[in-house]
């Protein structure tokens, strides 16, 4: 699945609910705030190596990608309201990355 | 692109300079919620009417564009570290979603 | 109280229960931005009217004083870590903010 | 300095600059959410045991002791238009934790 095709899926999900009057740009990135404050949840007192080990668990593994699953989803709802393409803004991010740390030169 | 040939691209990238040893999970779950911070600031005190107007002007778009696009690639590393496919991810979460909420079902 | 009490009590809260090995820097810092994500649950839908009235509920309204009082639990324990007195940091950005913006300065 | 005298001071800073037009709750809980993000760039990259080197520079402590101060800040503004008492919001807090972790009961 390209970010378009994520795009159609998750208007239509909201459009066939009626919240597209709830879905204005502030909520939006609050809501994405919300969801990604779940998601660091998970970070929260583990060591990398426990949490290494903790997604060995499927479950775990699953609660953790549903809340990535949700920010994703979020964004993808506020770029849509905004007009913007998440597909050729992060093809253009990495570029500007590119330029701003070329390879070979270490970052301060 | 899809989310696997953004995993390629952002892994790519990442070990070309060198920088895998900082993507520890805990360090790239700080870091997408450092970027969305700076996707908040966009929507601190504008209204939705305002912030609508906004984006209108490219360079405005584009700053909330590399912000959205930063979340997404730190997510992507992220969930590359945890060995969680973003697109099953998403897929599957929208169905949970759709389960949870039924069309015609008013959610509380 | 001011914040050294609430340093002495948050900090005694957590001796008596062995957690201060998880106190680390990061995980403390982790834990704010969780309850930050648990507080701005409660802005999330509704418009800045329906928010000023459900808070007139008693429990809606300690529901979100508890989340803003986590966040400042969280951060004194951080401040504690790294040996910052919040007082005394509070006095000097107030201070540094006061310079930055005078008044009857329009900020751009 | 105690919560109120805080409060007291913030809102007396923002009054002199007539910015209380701004300081709407959405408002307020997404700038809470913007300096937190930026405090937690400071936690990014490094260990624990290079934050805690780190913090010895004064100048490295001030730049964090800066942004917790400005949550603090933003929380207590958003307290103040929910009328929410920030001290007492703490003492309950901290009994209430007292109660569902008693000393001496390991938590799940």
Redesign the interface.
Known sequence: ???RE?ER??VA?RE??GWGI?H????L?????????????????GS?GE??EA?KDPTK??A???E??????Y?TL??H??????????????E???RK?P?GVTPE
């Open positions: 699945m390209d970010f994520l899926k998750v999900f066939e609910r709830y204005t740009p502030k909520n990135a609050i809501s994405a705030a919300v969801e990604l404050g779940e998601l660091l949840e998970h970070f929260q007192w990398d949490i290494l997604v593994k699953e953790i990608a549903d990535i699953a949700d920010v994703v989803i964004l506020l770029a309201e905004l007009g913007i393409d998440i597909d050729e803004a992060v093809e253009r991010k990495l500007k990355n590119g740390y390879v």
